[in-house]
């Protein structure tokens, strides 16, 4: 799984530095010495942890520098999945992830960042800044590659034919304009053709939950068009009757494409219980962002902090 990496300093850090409990357990948690796995044995999870970080920003750096397709965060060549849409279709047979690329990476990033700023990481104490100028760049520029934009005219024609196909309401009387939204993934990255897959999500949750980003152009659009498909009805948004489905293959314009995100399929027409969870908590992180300062990060980083850790501290 390449989702998992990214993760472990975004836990850490609204753990060890966010609460007062993680501050207080810190020093005796790192201190533990790795026994699982034996190429790790001997060392501490301090270590592991630098390991993990070092191996993130090593990843980051290249699209940090120059954004391009091809730095992205794609599934590893051996294998059909590798986040959290863990069937073989759960991609669409993409193999560049949405959630990785525009919400985890640089919320992986700003957490590094934090945690230099605690005292974690005292070999790297340029993660500081470093890290925050990558998450910035990738908080940025990523977006732009997943998006897709269809007529309203061809959104109809398409929501019409499919709702046929499934024997269901269409409702494309609520289209009054282009539909607009982000890719599941991205294919052919290593080509002059890569394109995006055109499968409409809930994917969106993780950036509104993870990251408070600056761009407010870009904000605002991207929490409208959120907004939208959360509130329109399937198949022309994601609106159901037991909640939001975690995929909507309407405008994919590919029979084939469709048949992959069924009702019988894992990650297809279906609902998840933690993604209407973090939707829920991800826009109301970004309401109460209302009011404060456009150029501030808001979110935790405002907020009282427990105090400064030494990773010196596990030698005491």
């Known amino acids: 799984m390449i989702d998992t990496d990214f993760l472990l300093p975004i836990t850490m850090e609204r753990y060890f530095v966010a609460t007062e409990p993680g501050a207080n357990r810190s020093s005796a948690f790192f201190a533990r010495t790795a026994t699982f796995l034996a190429e790790n044995s001997g060392l501490t999870y301090a270590a592991l942890a630098q390991r993990t970080a070092e191996k993130i920003m090593r990843t980051a750096a290249p699209f940090a520098k120059e954004q391009l397709p091809q730095h992205f965060v794609r599934l590893k060549a051996t294998e059909a999945v590798g986040q959290w849409r863990d069937s073989n279709d759960g991609l669409g047979g993409g193999r560049v992830p949405y959630d990785v690329n ?4 640089p919320a992986s990033l700003r957490a590094i960042a934090a945690l230099s700023r605690a005292g974690y990481f005292p070999e790297h104490p340029e993660w500081s800044e470093t890290a925050d100028g990558y998450a910035q760049v990738w908080e940025d520029e990523s977006l732009r590659f997943f998006y ?16 046929a196909n499934l024997s269901v309401p269409s409702h494309s009387a609520v289209l009054t304009a282009d539909v607009t939204y982000y890719g599941l993934a991205l294919n052919n990255i290593d080509t002059a053709g890569v394109s995006v897959v055109p499968i ?15 761009n407010q152009t ?18 022309v948004g994601l609106s159901s009757e037991v909640g939001l489905f975690v995929a909507n293959a309407a405008y994919a314009g590919d029979e084939g494409l469709q048949a992959r995100f069924g009702k019988h399929a894992y990650h297809g027409t279906v609902v998840w219980s933690w993604q209407l969870a973090m939707m829920a908590a991800g826009l109301g992180r970004q309401l109460g962002r209302c009011g404060e300062d456009p150029g501030g990060r808001g979110g935790r980083e405002s907020q009282e902090k427990p105090g400064k850790w030494s990773w010196s501290r596990m030698r005491e």
Request: glycine fraction near 0%; charged fraction near 15%.
């Open 200 to 214: 409409m999500h809930t994917d969106d949750c993780f950036r509104h939950f993870l990251l408070n980003t600056t």
């Open 148 to 163: 897709v934009t269809v007529t309203r005219a061809d959104a109809v024609a398409m929501v019409d034919r499919y709702a």
């Open 102 to 105: 525009t919400a985890l990476v």
């Open 218 to 235: 870009q904000l605002s659009a991207f929490l409208r068009q959120t907004a939208d498909h959360i509130l329109q009805p399937f198949p």
